[in-house]
Structures are given as C-alpha cells and as structure tokens.
C-alpha cells in the first residue's frame, strides 16, 4: 500500500550532521506514527527516532538524543531526521517504517518499509 523512498544518506565526518528524508506515496490510510530504524554490520536493526501523526509524542534512542531530531510534514507527506554531531557509531543503513509504536518495555515496527539509505560516518 503506502511506498516509502529515503533520500540525504551518503559520507559524512566525525562531527558533521546530515539530514534523511523519506518520502511516502500511495493511496492514504489511517494517520500513522512515522519512524527511523537503522542497522549497522553485524546489529540487531533498531528504533533511532520516530514520532506520532500529530507530533505530541516522539521516541529517541538513548545513543542519539540530544544529537537528531524527528520532523514531519503531513501535507507533503514526509518524515525528516537531522543528525548532527555525527559519530562512527552512527554508520549503518537507515531505514524509513510506518506504522510503529512503542511503550516502555517493547517496540513494534510497522509493517511498511522504504528501502533504505546508507549512511558512512568516517574520517
């Protein structure tokens, strides 16, 4: 049903910042939370950040608050992560979900995926 298409991965510094965005098309459905998962050579793939429809509640891994922000725009149909002071440990492919959610001892990702970005953190 809804398609989801990342964009802005790439190369980038230690210290440096970048910004994914992900773009959904296809027939709408119900207002749905929107997330970043990633995963890294040889990681289980995790949540990194991911925000409900109306934005009154947002989810960041511990590894990246105060570092990337979630963002979306309902009208143009996207969901933004800027990450900013970048690390190695932030290497890995970055893929856009919709539809998952979240309490305080599991996870749940949705069951629509983009395909997925890759994003190099390196000197």
């Known amino acids: 049903q809804v398609q989801l298409v990342e964009s802005g991965g790439g190369l980038v510094q230690p210290g440096g910042s970048l910004r994914l965005s992900c773009a959904a098309s296809?027939?709408?459905?119900?207002?749905?939370?929107l997330a970043w998962f990633r995963q890294a050579p040889g990681r289980e793939r995790e949540l990194v950040a991911a925000?409900?429809?109306?934005?009154?509640?947002?989810y960041y891994a511990d590894s990246v608050k105060g570092r990337f922000i979630i963002s979306r725009d309902n009208a143009k149909r996207t969901v933004n992560l800027q990450m900013n002071n970048m690390n190695v440990e932030d290497t890995a492919v970055y893929y856009c979900?919709?539809?998952?959610?979240?309490?305080?001892?599991?996870?749940?990702?949705?069951?629509?995926w983009g395909q997925g970005t890759q994003v190099t953190v390196s000197s």
């Open positions: 979900n919709s539809g998952a959610s979240w309490t305080r001892t599991t996870i749940v990702p949705g069951n629509s």
């Open positions: 925000m409900t429809y109306s934005g009154d509640s947002t």
């Open positions: 296809g027939r709408p459905g119900t207002r749905q939370t």
